[in-house]
Nanobody, 123 residues
Framework: VQLQASGGGLVQAGESLRLSCATS????????MGWFRQGPGKEREFVAAMSWSSRSTTYANSVKGRFTCSRDSAKNTVYLQMNSLKPEDTAVYFC?????????????????WGQGTQVTVSS
């Protein structure tokens, strides 16, 4: 299983970015996909998660209403649309996949991780 995150970049506060997580080698349907981020000197934190089957989503309070997680089945790709970006959103963003049931917001409950993509928001 490989996850390839992309779409990061440098933007100004208030602008938008869309991150992509291309999946390959999935011979099973994951229970869920997650997005996490890690800022400088910080621990990895939960951003969003989406059930693979129902596509129901859950978000961290800090991004609720600004970020949207979606999936394109034909492209085997998961997206994180990020609007109204803030300087505090600056971090390396990771996508992850979980085989079975677990806690959406806990990194240890995910089995596969992408390499991360840098998002920098200037004020």
């Amino acid at each position: 299983v490989q996850l390839q995150a992309s779409g990061g970049g440098l933007v100004q506060a208030g602008e938008s970015l869309r991150l992509s997580c291309a999946t390959s080698g999935l011979t099973f349907s994951p229970n869920r996909m997650g997005w996490f981020r890690q800022g400088p000197g910080k621990e990895r934190e939960f951003v969003a998660a989406m059930s693979w089957s129902s596509r129901s989503t859950t978000y961290a309070n800090s991004v609720k209403g600004r970020f949207t997680c979606s999936r394109d089945s034909a492209k085997n790709t998961v997206y994180l649309q990020m609007n109204s970006l803030k300087p505090e959103d600056t971090a390396v963003y990771f996508c992850a996949a979980a085989r079975g049931y677990g806690r959406a917001g806990v990194p240890d409950d995910y089995d596969y991780w992408g390499q991360g993509t840098q998002v920098t928001v200037s004020s």
